[in-house]
């Protein structure tokens, strides 16, 4: 258990929806990080937060947002969906804003149908 | 969530036996070269890491090389066990701006153990 916790496990939804993913960071983590991992594009990164501010942007659409709280858990917004959106969504955490050694939560399988 | 739903090129090893994963890199610039395991139904886990200045790195049954000429990394587990039956990434650590982390992961390769 790597301590990252996600919400929900599993999420089915029609396109054009938006649905939202929580994650909750290991104690102590600071940064969290949101990765998709699809059939055809493998894991990439979409977006980091570091003690609740914006701090690297990878290929997330202009349809996703996301927020870190003061708590320090986190929020992955995808809106407008599309089947092609159908993915593993995990969340990841670390202590400080530059690491590798990043612990990733169980991961969100979405469904667009 | 699982990972056996990605096409990803497979290495099958038996129980006890050696395995020897490999990556290829793109970027030279690097600081770090990792490896994950990502067993079914869980997130990638943080394996063993290898600074760019470095050629190997040791830890408990698992040895990284990495060949800075070719742009290369392997991954080798001594005495492959059925526990060690995942998909494995390698990813390229390259800060940007000084101050934000950035993950670049491989496509993976799937190790099956047999017995």
């Known amino acids: 258990d790597s301590g990252v916790t996600q919400t929900p496990k599993h999420l089915i939804t029609a396109t054009g929806q938006r649905v939202t993913l929580r994650c909750s960071p290991r104690?102590?983590?600071?940064?969290v990080y949101w990765y998709q991992q699809s059939l055809d594009q493998g894991l990439q990164f979409l977006i980091q937060?570091?003690?609740?501010?914006?701090?690297a942007k990878g290929n997330i659409l202009e349809r996703f947002s996301a927020q870190q709280f003061p708590d320090l858990h986190s929020e992955l917004n995808l809106s407008s969906l599309e089947l092609g959106d159908s993915a593993l969504y995990f969340c990841?955490?670390?202590?400080?804003?530059?690491?590798?050694?990043?612990?990733f939560g169980p991961g969100t399988r979405l469904t667009v149908t | 969530g699982e990972s056996v739903g990605l096409h990803l090129p497979t290495l099958s090893v038996q129980e006890g036996d050696n395995s020897i994963i490999n990556c290829a890199y793109s970027?030279?610039?690097?600081?770090?070269f990792i490896w994950y395991k990502q067993e079914s139904g869980k997130g990638p886990q943080f394996i063993i890491d290898?600074?760019?200045?470095?050629d190997k790195r040791q830890g408990q049954r698992v040895t990284v090389l990495l060949n800075k000429t070719v742009k290369h990394l392997s991954l080798q587990i001594a005495a492959t066990q059925p526990g060690d039956s995942a998909v494995y990434f390698c990813?390229?650590?390259?800060?940007?701006?000084?101050?934000?982390?950035?993950?670049?992961f491989g496509t993976g390769t799937r190790l099956q153990v047999t017995l």
């Open positions: 990841a955490s670390s202590v400080s804003t530059a690491s590798y050694e990043q612990y």
């Open positions: 104690s102590g983590d600071l940064s």
């Open positions: 937060y570091y003690n609740g501010e914006e701090r």
């Open positions: 970027n030279s610039a690097s600081d770090y």
């Open positions: 290898i600074r760019s200045n470095m």
């Open positions: 990813a390229e650590y390259s800060p940007s701006t000084g101050t934000a982390s950035k993950l670049t």
